[in-house]
């Protein structure tokens, strides 16, 4: 079946460090790949989005590529700041199929 | 302001009791989704509605039921057959039934006493 594998957490980052949290899955095909961000406390808010192989999603600072190949979508962003702590998800969805999520990466920033 | 509104925030029930959580969207979503989320888990979810007077069982429907009588409405009652109902649940709309691309609520946190 289709599922979502994401690196398990906690991760602990100095503020301004290089961050990647690896995301890889399995489907039939090629789906949709997001990923979501939860801050303390709150609901879920989509992050970055890639419809095909290739594409970089990006926003706030955070990027992510569609690798066909080895079939992730890594998150990354150049420098963290303390205000990005929160739990990542990816995520997978195909046209009018439901979305399946990973079970989340904690990231904790400390200045 | 646009979105989707939970409520209560935090709730506690004792065991044997039904507790009916409540979400309501201003977005002129069609579609409407409730999720539990369990440490560690990631989201499953309970239930989806794509219409009015529609919805449809999700992963863990068991001891849970909804109902979608308003566009606007989306309320999932906890039941009593619900064997593990600590959690946190999220309630999410979309333009249209699988999107992939929804907008949540803030959550609710429900505890059995």
């Known amino acids: 079946g289709n599922s979502v594998t994401q690196m398990e957490g906690p991760v602990t980052l100095s503020e301004e460090a290089f961050l990647t949290i690896n995301c890889t899955y399995t489907a039939t095909g090629y789906p949709s790949l997001f990923w979501y961000v939860q801050y303390p406390g709150e609901g879920l808010q989509l992050l970055l989005k890639a419809t095909k192989a290739d594409d970089k999603g990006s926003n706030k600072g955070f990027e992510a590529t569609y690798r066909k190949e080895t079939t992730s979508f890594h998150l990354e962003k150049g420098s963290v700041q303390v205000s990005d702590s929160a739990v990542y998800f990816c995520a997978l969805s195909f046209q009018g199929g439901k979305l399946i999520f990973g079970q989340g990466t904690e990231l904790s920033v400390k200045p | 302001d646009g979105g989707i509104t939970q409520s209560p925030k935090y709730l506690f029930r004792k065991e044997g009791q039904n507790v009916t959580l409540s979400c309501e969207q201003n977005l002129n979503h069609d579609a409407m989704y409730w999720y539990r989320q369990d440490p560690g888990q990631g989201l499953r979810l309970i239930y989806y509605s794509q219409i009015v007077n529609d919805f449809q069982k999700g992963d863990i429907a068991e001891g849970y039921s909804v109902s979608r009588e308003k566009k606007e409405s989306f309320p999932l009652t906890v039941t009593s057959a619900q064997k593990n109902p600590t959690a946190f649940y999220l309630c999410?709309?979309?333009?249209?039934?699988?999107?992939?691309?929804?907008?949540f609520g803030e959550g609710s946190r429900l505890t059995v006493l």
């Open positions: 999410a709309s979309s333009i249209a039934l699988n999107t992939g691309e929804l907008f």
